[in-house]
């Protein structure tokens, strides 16, 4: 769950805060100056966000998701398989514009 505090609200309750995250497994987004710039999270969602082998139970779960998706793409065909690519790339810089 996401809540949404300003950075005085941060700086007075910083305690209850880091404990939500903890335990609570809650996500906070900083404002200043009615802009979000600041997210805090737990330190296992940032390791599944660094790394997204870990939000799979097992290497062997890691493998068979690759082994499914190499079959979808094998049923695609190479026009589409091309306009696909273009529009996940386009999105890809839209997201990081």
Same mark, same amino acid.
């Given at each position: #769950?996401? &809540?949404?505090?300003?950075? /005085? ?9 880091? &404990?939500? =995250? #903890?335990?609570?497994? +809650?996500?906070?987004?900083?404002? !200043? ?5 600041? =997210?805090?999270?737990? *330190?296992? *969602?940032? *390791?599944?966000?660094? /790394? ?8 062997? $779960? ?7 998706? $190499? !079959? ?8 589409? +398989?091309?306009?696909? /690519?273009?529009?996940? /790339?386009? *999105?890809?810089? &839209? =997201?990081?514009?």
């Amino acid at each position: #769950m996401k &809540a949404t505090v300003s950075l /005085d609200e941060f700086r007075k309750n910083l305690s209850e805060i880091i &404990a939500r =995250v #903890m335990y609570g497994d +809650q996500t906070f987004l900083i404002k !200043k100056h009615n802009k979000t710039g600041v =997210v805090v999270l737990s *330190e296992k *969602e940032y *390791e599944n966000l660094r /790394d997204p082998r870990t939000r799979f139970a097992s290497k062997s $779960d890691w493998n068979k998701f690759f082994v499914f998706t $190499d !079959k979808i793409r094998s049923r695609i065909s190479e026009k589409d +398989q091309k306009n696909l /690519d273009k529009i996940i /790339d386009e *999105e890809i810089k &839209a =997201v990081r514009a």
